[in-house]
Structure formats: structure tokens, C-alpha cells
């Protein structure tokens, strides 16, 4: 795979193409974006290592594409490559979160020389752009490749070797399946996230501290709305049908609480509220991939600049080395809870017992 072509150089697309250079540094990547600005960072910051003037300047000596654009635009770009004169035997692959309308139109739009394999790395962010983008972003999460049926598995192959940088599990599922699962997964959830949004947005006048008092709770289940618009409009208006019934069994879902408060039946919120939290509990928190993951600690912290840097200078001094720190939320002038990520059980008590013998920070296990 001498020349990999990407199409669309923000966070997926950039993210993906850092993953490629680290495993495979020979490849050569060329970028192109609509948006200037994205290329210039993408060279910058040595995600590409040229651009192409047009997509069809990028796409005729590809060996590899990858599509990495917002799904709607992702249809557009694959009806002007099928129009072009690409390698034979190219590999084509995009990024989309929704899959059946995107692998039906490259069917219909790309030549029977070309190999077409829908994809969607099922990791991401809130942000946009490629200067979000991560080496590490899809790491011990699933990519999901939706190949045709009769594709030939040696190419299916060839793809997983290019993207094995993202350290991602793959998993093969028809594109029915896809939009079925990541409708309830991800798709759905957003829906609400944006009008739990617009629910306290139009309490604001009512109430215009409203906005100064949410705390972790609504940042939590808020923060993905937070996403890219176009994105997330090309999303729903590829996935109708799937988000049709479900907003069908929503509606029966919430109908159902509203009965229960309404007769303030107390056995049935609790029994409600349990079973909701035994599911989520059961959520693979620690196994985003197969991968066994990471293990966490969670640090007190006051809300104060350097608090980080001084307890990860605490555990260099010790040689202790983390996978990940997050802060998990921050509350204005008091505390803010640290999440330090370590490859072992061993590292992570170490480092409990280091920032103990430190510091007089309360630490703990979830
Ligand atoms: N953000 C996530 O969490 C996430 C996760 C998995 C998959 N995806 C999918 O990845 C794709 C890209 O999302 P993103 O988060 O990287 O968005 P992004 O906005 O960060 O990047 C998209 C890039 O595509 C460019 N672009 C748009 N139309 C183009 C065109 N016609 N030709 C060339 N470039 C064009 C934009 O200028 C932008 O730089 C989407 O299909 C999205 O559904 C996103
Ligand atoms: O982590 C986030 O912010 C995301 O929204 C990532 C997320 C999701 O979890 O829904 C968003 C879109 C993708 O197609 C896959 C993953």
C-alpha cells in the first residue's frame, strides 16, 4: 500500500491518517480538504504528508481512499470518484456513523474494479476539526467494517493491516445491522441531548441562573451535544427510518414514568431507576475493545492551575507511568475530580500509595 488518499482532514480523517503514519511510516499519506485551513493545520501538524489540489488529483494514483467527510458529502464524493479513472483494485473505504445508504450508493456509483468497504470507528469527540485529532482516539474501541458480502477477505485484510495503527477491534456487520445498533447507541441518545438542551434553554427566562447551576449531572448527558451540526443533521436524515421507531418506543417509554409519578408508585421508579443502573453498571466501561483496558484511579483535587502537573510530577518521581488522566468535572472554586488511567492494577496502587504518601488528597477505587 505505497499512497493512502484522504478525503476529509478533520477529526476522524485526520485521527485515522496519524494512526497510519505511526504503524506504517513508508506510506505515503496525501490529504484534501474543501477547507483550506484544514489542510495548512493537516501539513502543519504532520498529519499529511501532501496535499492534492482536487480530489481527483489525490484519488487517480490512490492505492487506498478514505472517505472522511460528513455522511451526506460522503454520497457526493462517491459518485465524482466513480466517475474518475482509479487503480484498478483500489481500496475505498469512509468513516460514516451510518452505513446502509452510504455502501447502497457506492455500489451503484463505483466501477466493479474498484473494492468498496464501509467503515465507521466507533470512537470520536465532541470536537471537530484536525487539530482534535488524536494517534490514540480509537484505541480499544470497535471499527466496524460493513463489506459487501461477496467481498474477497485477502482485501478485507489489506484494510485491517492499514488501520491496525488505531489499535481498534474490528467487527464485521451487514450495514442493516449498523444503523439498527448505533441508531439506539448513538444516533438516538444525541436526539436527546440536544432537546434536554433546549428544555433548559427555554427555562432560562424563567430561571437565568439555569445555566450557572447545572452541574454534572446535565454536563454529562449534555456534553455530546456539544457535536458538530452538519454532522449530526446528516446523521438523522440517513438513519430516519431506524429513529422513527424509535422515537415511537420512546414515546411508549416515557409515557410509562409519566404513569408511574403520575400515581407516585414508588415500587415501580425505584425498580426503574435499579434496573437502569444494573445496566449501566454492566456497560464494559474498562473494555471499550477487547482489549482489556485500563484501570482507574480518581483523585480530589482542588480546582487550583498545576494541581495536574504536580501530582503526575509526584508519580514520575516514582517511575509510574499513566495511560490517560481526564478531569472528570470541575466545580467552581472548590474541587475537581481527577481520572488517572494506568495499564495495571499493580501501577494503579502504586500510584494510590504515592499520591497518599504525597499529598493529602482523597483517593479512590469506583
Ligand atoms: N466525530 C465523531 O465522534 C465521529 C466518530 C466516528 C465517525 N464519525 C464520522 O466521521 C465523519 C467525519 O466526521 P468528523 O468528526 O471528522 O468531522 P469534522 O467536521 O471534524 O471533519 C470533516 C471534514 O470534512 C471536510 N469536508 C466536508 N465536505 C467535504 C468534501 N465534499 N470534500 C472534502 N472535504 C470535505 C470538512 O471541511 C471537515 O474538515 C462523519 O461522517 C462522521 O459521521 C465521526
Ligand atoms: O464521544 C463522543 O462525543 C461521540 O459522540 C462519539 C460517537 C458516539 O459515541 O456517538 C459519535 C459518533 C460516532 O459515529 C461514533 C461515536
Known amino acids: 500500500m505505497e499512497k493512502v488518499f484522504i478525503i476529509g482532514l478533520g477529526l476522524i480523517g485526520g485521527s485515522i491518517s496519524r494512526a497510519i503514519k505511526k504503524e506504517h511510516p513508508s506510506v505515503q499519506l496525501v490529504g484534501y480538504d474543501i477547507k483550506n485551513d484544514q489542510v495548512q493545520m493537516a501539513k502543519k501538524l504532520g498529519i499529511i504528508d501532501q496535499s492534492a489540489e482536487s480530489i481527483k488529483e489525490g484519488a487517480e494514483s490512490a492505492d487506498v481512499i478514505i472517505i472522511s467527510t460528513p455522511v451526506e458529502q460522503t ?109 439506539v447507541i448513538s444516533h438516538f441518545p444525541h436526539l436527546i441531548a440536544a432537546s434536554l438542551v433546549h428544555q433548559a434553554e427555554k427555562k432560562e427566562e424563567m430561571f437565568p441562573i439555569i445555566k450557572r447551576l447545572a452541574a454534572g449531572g446535565f454536563r454529562d448527558i449534555t456534553r455530546i451535544a456539544s457535536s458538530n451540526p452538519v454532522m449530526w443533521r446528516d446523521i438523522i436524515v440517513h438513519n430516519h427510518d431506524v429513529l422513527i421507531k424509535l422515537f415511537d418506543e420512546w414515546i411508549q417509554e416515557m409515557k410509562q414514568i409519566k404513569q408511574f409519578i403520575e400515581k407516585l408508585d414508588k415500587e415501580q421508579l425505584y425498580t426503574y431507576f435499579e434496573k437502569a443502573k444494573t445496566y449501566r453498571d454492566g456497560l ?83
Do not use: W
Open 75 to 183: 454520497l457526493n464524493v462517491l459518485t465524482f470518484l466513480g466517475e474518475l479513472s482509479l487503480k484498478e483494485g483500489v481500496i475505498i473505504t469512509d468513516v460514516g456513523s451510518t452505513k446502509k445508504k452510504i455502501v447502497d450508493h457506492a455500489s451503484f456509483s463505483l466501477p466493479k474494479t474498484v473494492t468498496f468497504i464501509g467503515g465507521h470507528p466507533m470512537a470520536g469527540s465532541h470536537k471537530s476539526g484536525v487539530a482534535a485529532a488524536k494517534t490514540h482516539l480509537f484505541e480499544n474501541a470497535f471499527y466496524i467494517l460493513t463489506p459487501g458480502s461477496n467481498e474477497r477477505p485477502e482485501k478485507i485484510e489489506q484494510l485491517k493491516k492499514l488501520l491496525k495503527g488505531t489499535k481498534a477491534q474490528f467487527i464485521v456487520m451487514t450495514p442493516e445491522e449498523h444503523d439498527s445498533i448505533t441508531g
Open 284 to 366: 464494559p466501561e474498562r473494555e471499550k475493545g477487547a482489549i482489556p483496558s485500563f484501570y482507574d484511579l480518581y483523585v480530589d483535587v482542588p480546582d487550583y492551575p498545576g494541581v495536574i502537573s504536580e501530582i503526575t510530577g509526584y508519580l514520575a518521581k516514582e517511575e509510574i507511568s499513566i495511560t490517560n488522566i481526564r478531569i472528570l468535572e470541575t466545580r467552581e472554586e472548590i474541587f475537581g475530580v481527577l481520572r488517572i488511567s494506568f495499564q495495571s492494577d499493580e501501577d494503579r496502587m502504586k500510584a494510590k500509595q504515592c499520591i497518599d504518601r504525597y499529598t493529602n488528597y482523597e483517593t479512590y477505587i469506583l
